[in-house]
């Protein structure tokens, strides 16, 4: 059954989006909205933008850090999506400030999720960086995760948190493992730039494209659209016990080989601490629980978004 068909079987639920103002977030909130979901929106505006809100959602400029204040939000609250993140592998190892900042927000997450007898949480947002470095790919649900940096290991903890709180309170939850996330309104300033984002913040700028190493290492670059169709189909699931699930591609393109399609020179520069080499999803048991597959190739959100920028 769609998700169209139940919406016309049973009231429309009422969805909490946590960092619905940031990049894939807000994203998220206009899919809701367009199926005609009840939406609330908490987001501190740290990287994202009210402008980027849905107008018919509501926006609450608040830190979900601060949870112990905001519990009443959830209340009536039947479905939450945690899409709120704080910086990426880099900063998690320059700031060592930020660690006890994301087990926190783990743990208020769930707290609340109890507190207020929300039942369904339809996302966790997890990362591929659990992953580590492994010996063989594609990379699987049953490889053991060998974090390497604090963001990694943090969402790590998240997951467990996630998967704990359907074992001992029966919620249905889900983690969804994003690899490498990118699409129309990337972050392009500060600790959260991806690759494909600071590569076309830099070619706009007329500056060569910075590689880090060799530039050899690969990624399974993951449209942002395919990844709200996964959240989508997972706050429908019905195997939401507390598993992890990955949302990736399935194909790998290398660093150079980005760098390549958008064109203009490049400088090689150290390699980051904490970065893993390859990162490849097998996502047939997203296949196999959610029915998702993706849809959107990397040449063709590539094309979309050199096409935005006029390059």
Same mark, same amino acid.
């Given at each position: 059954?769609?998700?169209?068909q139940?919406?016309?079987r049973r009231?429309a639920?009422k ?11 807000s ?5 809701l ?7 609330r929106?908490i987001?501190?505006l ?10 018919a959602a509501?926006f609450?400029?608040?830190?979900i850090?601060?949870?112990e204040?905001?519990?009443?939000l959830?209340?009536?609250?039947d479905?939450?999506?945690h899409?709120?993140?704080l910086?990426r592998v880099p900063?998690?190892?320059?700031n060592?400030?930020?660690h ?17 007898d ?5 996302h966790e ?8 470095d ?5 990379l699987?649900e ?6 390497l940096s604090?963001?990694a290991?943090q ?17 249905e &939850?889900?983690?969804l %493992?994003?690899? #490498?996330?990118?699409?129309? *309104?990337? =972050?392009?300033q500060?600790a959260?730039?991806?690759? $494909?984002?600071a590569?076309?913040?830099?070619r ?15 990624r ?5 659209r395919?990844?709200?169709r996964?959240?989508l189909l997972?706050?429908d699931?019905? &195997?939401?016990?507390g %598993?992890a699930? #990955?949302?990736?591609?399935g *194909?790998? =393109?290398s660093?150079?080989w980005v760098?390549?399609? $958008?064109?203009?020179p ?10 893993v ?13 959610l ?8 040449e063709?959100g ?8 006029g390059?």
């Open positions: 059954m769609t998700i169209e139940n919406l016309q009231p639920p969805v909490m989006v946590t960092g619905g103002a940031g990049f894939i977030g994203h998220l909130v206009e899919a909205v367009s199926r005609g979901y009840s939406v929106v987001d501190n740290s990287t994202g933008q009210v402008e980027r809100v849905h107008r509501e609450i400029s608040a830190d850090a601060k949870i204040s905001l519990e009443h959830f209340d009536g609250v479905c939450v999506f899409t709120a993140a910086p900063l998690s190892i320059e060592r400030e930020n006890p900042a994301h087990a926190r927000i783990a743990r208020c997450y769930q707290h609340v999720d109890s507190a207020n929300v039942d369904h949480v339809g947002r997890g990362s591929s960086s659990v992953y580590g492994q010996a063989e790919l594609p699987n049953a490889m053991k995760p060998n974090p604090p963001y290991l969402k790590l903890t998240g997951e467990e948190y996630t998967r704990l709180f359907h074992d001992l309170y029966g919620m &939850t889900l983690t %493992r994003y690899f #490498n996330v990118f699409g129309p *309104r990337m =972050v392009t500060g959260y730039v991806t690759v $494909i984002s590569f076309l913040r830099q706009r700028a007329g500056t060569p494209l910075t590689i880090e190493g060799d530039g050899e290492q690969t399974d670059f993951t449209h942002v395919d990844v709200v996964a959240n997972a706050m699931c019905a &195997t939401a016990d %598993r699930l #990955n949302i990736g591609q *194909r790998s =393109v660093v150079n760098a390549w399609q $958008i064109g203009g490049t400088v090689n520069l150290p390699v980051r601490k904490g970065d080499r390859h990162t490849l999803a097998d996502f047939h048991q997203a296949e196999r629980i029915g998702w597959r993706p849809q959107v190739t990397t063709q590539l094309a979309e978004l050199t096409k935005g920028v390059l």
